[in-house]
């Protein structure tokens, strides 16, 4: 069974910068596609960001331009760059390959 292990997160003030990660005891991301999620207290869980198992990503639009994600294939890892952090991006981040999800992590942006 696949589990993913998610890292990072945390208290920062507006326009500051996190990274995430989420690691995989595998190289499932190299053979699946991969997102981003989060979700504000709330509110439903959205999709914020791909990446296809061939490096393909895409953002949607609240967050493109401002978070990047990164692919480390030797250790199984992707992370999730976020910079410019605004208080409406504070919400718990989760990673999803296949059916496999992380265990989330919490993201405070307030000053």
């Known amino acids: 069974q696949t589990q993913l292990v998610q890292s990072g997160g945390g208290l920062v003030q507006p326009g500051g910068s996190l990274r995430l990660s989420c690691t995989a005891p595998n190289n499932i991301f190299s053979l699946y596609d991969m997102g981003w999620y989060r979700q504000a207290s709330g509110r439903q869980r959205e999709l914020i960001a791909t990446?296809?198992?061939?490096?393909?990503?895409n953002y949607e639009a609240a967050v493109r331009g401002r978070f990047t994600i990164v692919r480390d294939t030797a250790r199984n890892t992707i992370y999730l760059e976020m910079t410019n952090l605004k208080p409406e991006d504070t919400a718990v981040y989760y990673c999803?390959?296949?059916?496999?999800w992380g265990q989330g992590t919490q993201v405070t942006v307030s000053s």
């Open positions: 990446s296809t198992y061939s490096g393909r990503r």
């Open positions: 999803m390959v296949d059916h496999y």
